[in-house]
């Protein structure tokens, strides 16, 4: 079966930086669309950022734009965030995903799309 596990969570200052990792094992890694997902208590899960199978294209939420990159190493089978400029705000529980797709050009912004999902890493960040 497909999984997916994140890496690299924890806590840090406002103002610095931390990145995330995500494995992915079994399955067929060239062929997924890969996204980043966060989630805090009582909200749903949102788009962080994700990237096409092909690395063709990105998209970024308005609210990690200029201060997030995602990245993949399709060699590696492993999708990476790397986070600058972390904010109080940027706390929550954060979530990688695998959506199956032939196209290797697009990206997707909703989590219905998604057929995989990792158990998700706790980023905190004080203030």
């Known amino acids: 079966q497909v999984r997916l596990v994140e890496s690299g969570g924890g806590l840090v200052q406002a103002g610095g930086s931390l990145s995330l990792s995500c494995a992915v094992s079994?399955?067929?890694?060239?062929?997924?669309?890969m996204g980043w997902f966060r989630q805090t208590p009582g909200t749903e899960r949102v788009f962080v950022a994700g990237v096409s199978r092909s690395s063709y294209s990105t998209t970024y939420a308005e609210s990690v734009k200029g201060r997030f990159t995602i990245a993949r190493d399709n060699a590696k089978n492993t999708v990476y965030l790397q986070m600058n400029s972390l904010k109080p705000g940027d706390t929550a529980v954060y979530y990688c995903?695998?959506?199956?797709?032939?196209?290797?050009?697009?990206?997707?912004?909703?989590?219905?799309?998604?057929?995989?999902w990792g158990q998700g890493t706790q980023v905190t960040v004080s203030s």
């Open positions: 079994e399955g067929t890694f060239g062929w997924y669309a």
């Open positions: 995903a695998a959506k199956i797709d032939y196209s290797g050009n697009y990206v997707y912004t909703s989590k219905l799309q998604y057929n995989y």
